[in-house]
Structure formats: C-alpha cells, structure tokens
C-alpha cells in the first residue's frame, strides 16, 4: 500500500524525526547520512506530515551494510507500507469486533469524531489487517523467518496504542531494522510477567537481539529486564517525551487561554491610539489588561490605577499614541505563539514573552523618570 501524500500538506502537523542512534548494531561503526524521505500519516487527531533522515552502515563487511536505519518513533508508530497509523488499526478494530458498526459506519465515525479521512475499502483492510495483528506471531511466516536469519540480528520496538473503551491494548513487537512484525497481541492489563513472556517469546526465534527500543513505560522497562538481561536497552526520546508531557500539557493550555483573557483589551487601546490624541483623560469602563500594570497598586489608590489605563486608552500626544501601537503590537505576537508539544509549551513561551515586555516598559519608564538630564536640572535648581 502506498504513504499517500496530502491534498494540501498546510493542514497536516509537521514532524521531523531523526534515528536515536547512529551506530550501527552490527559492526559498531557510525552510521553515515544517506537520504531524506518525508510520509504523509493519518493518525487519530489529525494527520502528520513526517519528514525523516535515513541513515546506513557503509562497512563493506558488515552484514547490515546498505541497510536503510529509519527513526525509531516512526517505525514503532508506522507500519511500513501503511498510510494511517496503529492508533487508527486499534480504532477500526475496537469499532468493527466490539460495536459490530458496518464499514461505512466506522468510514464515517473517523472522519466526523476523529479527523480521519480514508476510503471504505481502507477501513475494511484495516480492519483485517487488525484482527491479523492481535494473534500475529512470526513464526507461521517462513519467508519472513528466512529473512531475518539472512539478516542475522533483531532490534525490537515494543509499542502498545492507548487502550479502547473497554481498556484494551494493542500491542505489537516488531523489527526496526527490517520493519517486520515479530509479534501482536491484544491485552486489557498486563503486567511485567506476562509483557515478559511475550517479548521471551521472540527472543526464542534464535536470532540474536543486538538491542531493544522502548517509550520507557515501567511496566516495558522491567519486562525489558525480567526478560533480555544484559541487552542494550534504549529509550525513544519522542515517546519519553510525549509520556512527559502528558501530566502538564493541560496545564500549559490553561495558562495560555488565561494569558489571552488577560490581555483580550488589546484591541481597544489599538483602537484608541488611531484617534486623535485628547489632552485630557475621558471618562471610560476600560479596566485594561493587568499584565500591562507596571506596578501593583495598593487597594486606596485604585482609582489612580484605572485613571493611569484610561490615560494608556486614551492618549495625550502622538508619540504616546506610536507607543500604545508599537506594545500592542509585540504583545498581539506575543500571544501569537504556538508550541507543539512534547519539545514546546506554548503557554510558558507566552509567559515569559510578557514578562519580557513588562520588564522593558518597566525599565523605559524608570529611565524616564530617573533619566541623567532630569536628575542634573534638579541638582542645580533649574
């Protein structure tokens, strides 16, 4: 089946992935850039627009040697020759064995509830393709087996999708030096002892297991120990990631749409710095963003405080009307900002760009008031 690419590659989230490791399991040696590929990938959500490095072995004597070395988050993630990934595989299953929903059904309830545009005969692929993978062992597939002993090592990827509406797992072992399958199997809990078991399982297949990949879940990481003692054990730095992050990206979004609440005043004092500039302050209902205060008022000095925004809502010359315009303006980019999570928080980089402003508009006014000039007419009686 091919990658597909997108009708309009703008509406998909752009991701880069590059391998973990670069050296190469076989001969030790580094492993050398090769070429740059990029896979249009549907996932449940949205789709990805992928773009990867390859790299490989050029060790004329080495057995791996020519042999394309893929990211490893994309290979646990994607099946090669597969357009959409395992969490829409799990999804169609979930659909087709527990609900008993009709193929166009499922065809509509992806691309309606989770941004998931296939063809129905996809889905029904998929859907086989699901219930081949929840018994799938290796071991019925003689010219896969034959081709992995030609190979001579494994490098396993150990990856689950999150659990259905009735908790369960798909979770499947595969090859990330050739992309195949080892092992699939469905599970509702699962605990170190029996993840251990099945990961022993593939270990049985008499192929030499040069290392082992994982998004460091604990129960992965000790069923990792309990049964590959001794083996190279490395993390996916995306998937760590990702598991990191889970815990405070909410926060991190709560704390953005705060900031933008604070500030959702912007507009009016654009509007009125383009007005002509009035001597006097006016009478106006404009609390003005907090985060514009450069210093916290006391309770009896309120009034002096709505007076100072009415001055900034309303202002007394044109230099002070470019003024407005001019933090307006960097603070409408400031709220700009967008983050995709694990590696970016938006809401902390919104933070910090309004601490930034606060302080330069703080530090400008204190050169104002305390400028050398004004210090040096003092002095002098002037």
């Given at each position: ?43 449940v959500g949205g789709p990805?627009?992928?773009?990867y490095h390859v790299y ?198 709560e704390l953005s749409h ?125």
């Amino acid at each position: 089946m091919g990658t597909g690419r997108p009708r309009d590659p703008r509406n998909a989230e752009k991701v880069y992935l590059r391998p973990e490791s670069k050296t190469c399991p076989a001969c030790g040696r580094e492993l050398e850039y090769d070429w740059n590929n990029d896979r249009h990938v549907r996932f449940v959500g949205g789709p990805k627009h992928i773009d990867y490095h390859v790299y490989t072995c050029r060790n004329p004597d080495c057995p791996l040697c020519g042999v394309a070395r893929k990211p490893e988050a994309l290979s646990a993630n994607v099946l090669d020759g597969y357009e959409v990934g395992l969490d829409v595989i799990s999804l169609v299953g979930y659909y087709r064995l527990k609900t008993g929903m009709s193929y166009p059904k499922i065809r509509t309830c992806l691309g309606d509830l989770h941004k998931v545009r296939v063809s129905e005969r996809r889905v029904e692929d998929l859907g086989n393709l699901y219930v081949a993978l929840r018994t799938y062992d290796v071991r019925t597939k003689p010219e896969v087996m034959e081709r992995l002993r030609k190979q001579g090592r494994l490098v396993p990827l150990i990856d689950a999708t999150q659990p259905d509406a009735d908790g369960e797992a798909l979770w499947v072992i595969l090859d990330h030096l050739s992309g195949e399958v080892l092992s699939g199997f469905t599970a509702r809990a699962i605990d170190a002892e029996d993840l251990a078991a099945k990961i022993r399982a593939v270990a049985a297949l008499g192929i030499p297991i040069a290392g082992v990949a994982t998004d460091g879940e604990p129960v992965v990481v000790d069923a990792v120990k309990l049964a590959l003692p001794g083996v190279p054990h490395q993390l996916c730095q995306f998937h760590f990631l990702r598991n990191f992050g889970k815990g405070v990206t909410g926060l991190d979004r709560e704390l953005s749409h705060a900031l933008s609440v604070d500030l959702k005043g912007l507009n009016r004092f654009e509007e009125a710095a383009g007005r002509k500039p009035s001597g006097r302050a006016t009478e106006t209902e404009i609390a003005g963003p907090r985060s514009l205060a450069l210093a916290e008022p006391v309770a009896k000095k309120r009034t002096g405080r709505k007076r100072k925004y009415e001055r900034l809502c309303r202002p007394r010359t044109s230099e002070e009307a470019a003024l407005v315009t001019d933090v307006c303006e960097a603070a409408r980019a400031i709220l700009g900002t967008s983050g995709k999570p694990p590696l970016e928080a938006a809401g902390l980089e919104i933070f910090s760009g309004m601490e930034r402003l606060h302080d330069a508009l703080a530090l400008a006014a204190g050169k104002k008031r305390g400028s050398p000039t004004s210090s040096a007419a003092t002095s002098t009686g002037r």
